[in-house]
């Protein structure tokens, strides 16, 4: 069964770091590329960053360059999303999704395994 299993959420304080962990099971996410999505309280889902299969990584919201970095560690079959200097207006449930494919895709549908989410709260 291919599964995708978020976590390292929590409650930090603004100006904080967390790093979310996206772990695959019953696939190689080396063969993916891998997006990190969001959704706020009230809020659509909204793309966050995204790493191709090669290496390469965009962000898709412009509020996070500068703070979030993505890598992947295909040893341990896992992508990782570093948030830095968070900000109360980051608080959301975080979602990994997997494309089969070489290139991320800043949408949604487009992608065809999720995890459940974890939440990230930024507030002091």
């Known amino acids: 069964q291919l599964q995708l299993v978020e976590s390292g959420g929590g409650l930090v304080q603004p100006g904080g770091s967390l790093r979310l962990s996206c772990v695959a099971s019953?696939?190689?996410?080396?063969?993916?590329?891998i997006g990190w999505f969001r959704q706020a309280p009230g809020k659509e889902r909204e793309g966050v960053s995204c790493?191709?299969?090669?290496?390469?990584?965009?962000h898709f919201a412009d509020s996070v360059k500068g703070r979030f970095t993505i890598s992947r560690d295909s040893a341990k079959n896992t992508v990782y999303l570093q948030m830095n200097s968070l900000k109360p207006e980051d608080t959301a449930v975080y979602y990994c999704a997997a494309i089969a494919r070489y290139l991320c895709s800043g949408s949604e549908n487009d992608y065809d395994h999720w995890g459940q989410g974890t939440q990230v709260t930024v507030s002091s």
């Open positions: 790493i191709a299969t090669y290496g390469g990584s965009r």
């Open positions: 019953g696939f190689t996410l080396a063969s993916y590329a």
